[in-house]
């Protein structure tokens, strides 16, 4: 026979074969798992933070979003004290086409222009103003009240040529037919 029996060996092979790899074994098995949960974290709790230049989602933002979009004001129509002249209201509401004649509008004092609409009354010259005309938008309701848009197309036909008289405040008017 031969002699081949069996020899046992007590070698036990493995990846660590130094004192220097078994440390490092060592501290990778305790430094992984820590990193690993703090990156977990991170990315837990990074969903809590909000976009850089996101601020739609704010009390401001979302108050600037639903708030009304218009008011109501109620004004005191028999207050003629504050009641503005014609050539007041031309200045701050009308003087802005009416003075240059833009998109079609009658140039003031320009009586050729103001001859045809003088022609239809003080009555329809008002109406078109308040309700608008062509590329003139409706006035009435505006910063002015009626009386003062009347005031001021009486101011422009007169430029133009008209001999209209200037409309009187409501209570101005009782008390003067009223004597």
């Not at 690993?36 to 809590?48: E, M």
């Not at 938008?137 to 009386?147: R, Y």
């Not at 007169?158 to 409501?170: C, I, R, S, T, V």
Request: aromatic fraction near 6%; hydrophobic fraction near 45%; charge should be neutral.
């Amino acid at each position: 026979m031969s002699d081949a029996t069996p020899q046992h060996t007590d070698h036990h092979e493995g990846p660590i074969r130094t004192p220097k790899q078994l440390a490092v074994a060592v501290l990778a098995a305790f430094l992984v798992p820590i990193i690993a949960i703090i990156l977990l974290v991170n990315f837990v709790d990074a969903g809590n933070k909000p976009s850089a230049g996101s601020e739609g989602l704010g009390a401001e933002a979302v108050a600037a979003r639903i708030q009304p979009v218009g008011k109501v004001v109620v004004k005191d129509a028999s207050d003629t004290a504050a009641l503005k002249s014609g050539e007041e209201v031309f200045k701050a509401q009308c003087s802005a086409c009416h003075a240059a004649g833009v998109a079609g509008a009658p140039k003031f004092g320009d009586a050729a222009a103001w001859g045809a609409r003088v022609k239809t009354g003080y009555e329809a010259l008002l109406t078109s103003a308040l309700k608008g005309k062509g590329a003139m938008g409706p006035q009435g309701g505006g910063d002015f009240s009626d009386l003062e848009i009347g005031r001021a197309v009486v101011y422009m036909a007169n430029a133009g040529g008209a001999k209209f008289e200037e409309p009187k405040a409501p209570a101005a008017a009782a008390s003067a037919a009223s004597k």
